[in-house]
């Protein structure tokens, strides 16, 4: 585990983890979670379009191109980790910018947790929508507080014992939009691959799989 906080979160550090250390530290069966929790911006492109950015320490809000890391960059570095499964998790305010969409393969395929975790996979959830501010609970951010939640277990939508990226973000899609009222609704996509990025969630003494409900 890695951890870059507070003053330590400089563009060239965040960089120098992603395009240098991780590469060197990952191998081709290796899962990797990058989870980003910060401040985000989106920028009007002069030929049209947008592009998303998130926000190191040492940004200067006058010059993101050159001081902040667009979702373009993200993409590119996503190329040179060999994981086979990668995911992004972005509790930020930029929104879902940066998400391509596509599908994987149907749950109902034989053997499906086997062939997803065979191939490989960059998947994304963002915390928000476009134009949509993210909201704090309990010290951190409320798609934080659903995230764990569904890693905890809640997660495993078909009860199958396990958690994918997809049932990570249609869940969180639907809690987070509810506890804020329809304020911040997440985003998830695929960079790169069909397969999945998949969680084994803790098990309780009795070996049942620990899932709160979802009432609570």
């Given at each position: 585990?890695?951890?870059?906080?507070?003053?330590?979160?400089?563009?060239?550090?965040?960089?120098?983890?992603?395009?240098?250390?991780?590469?060197?530290?990952?191998?081709?069966?290796?899962?990797?979670?990058?989870?980003?929790?910060?401040?985000?911006?989106?920028?009007?492109?002069?030929?049209?379009?947008?592009?998303?950015?998130?926000?190191?320490?040492d940004?200067?809000?006058?010059?993101?191109?050159?001081?902040?890391?667009?979702?373009?960059?993200?993409?590119?570095?996503?190329?040179?980790?060999?994981?086979k499964?990668?995911?992004?998790?972005?509790?930020?305010?930029?929104?879902?910018y940066?998400?391509?969409?596509?599908?994987?393969?149907?749950?109902?395929?034989?053997?499906?947790?086997?062939?997803?975790?065979?191939m490989?996979?960059?998947?994304?959830?963002?915390?928000?929508?476009?134009?949509?501010?993210?909201?704090?609970?309990?010290?951190?951010?409320?798609?934080?507080?659903?995230?764990?939640?569904?890693?905890?277990?809640?997660?495993?939508?078909?009860?199958?014992?396990?958690?994918t990226?997809?049932?990570?973000?249609?869940?969180?899609?639907?809690?987070?939009?509810?506890?804020?009222?329809?304020?911040?609704?997440?985003?998830?996509?695929?960079?790169?691959?069909?397969?999945?990025?998949?969680?084994?969630?803790?098990?309780?003494?009795?070996?049942?799989?620990?899932?709160?409900?979802?009432?609570?």
């Amino acid at each position: 585990v890695v951890r870059i906080l507070d003053r330590e979160a400089t563009r060239e550090r965040i960089l120098n983890l992603l395009a240098t250390e991780l590469p060197q530290k990952v191998g081709p069966e290796d899962r990797v979670v990058i989870f980003f929790a910060g401040h985000g911006q989106t920028e009007t492109l002069t030929g049209g379009g947008e592009q998303g950015y998130i926000i190191p320490v040492d940004a200067d809000n006058r010059n993101y191109f050159t001081k902040a890391i667009s979702m373009t960059q993200v993409r590119e570095l996503s190329q040179r980790i060999p994981a086979k499964h990668l995911l992004y998790v972005m509790d930020s305010c930029y929104s879902g910018y940066g998400l391509v969409r596509g599908l994987g393969l149907n749950p109902g395929v034989e053997r499906y947790v086997e062939k997803i975790t065979s191939m490989r996979s960059v998947q994304m959830i963002t915390a928000g929508g476009k134009n949509e501010q993210v909201r704090e609970s309990h010290g951190h951010g409320l798609f934080t507080e659903y995230l764990l939640k569904g890693l905890e277990g809640d997660g495993d939508l078909d009860g199958d014992g396990v958690v994918t990226a997809s049932e990570l973000g249609t869940f969180l899609k639907a809690q987070v939009s509810l506890a804020s009222e329809h304020q911040q609704t997440p985003q998830q996509g695929r960079l790169d691959g069909e397969g999945e990025v998949v969680f084994i969630p803790p098990k309780t003494m009795d070996g049942s799989w620990a899932a709160r409900s979802h009432a609570d």
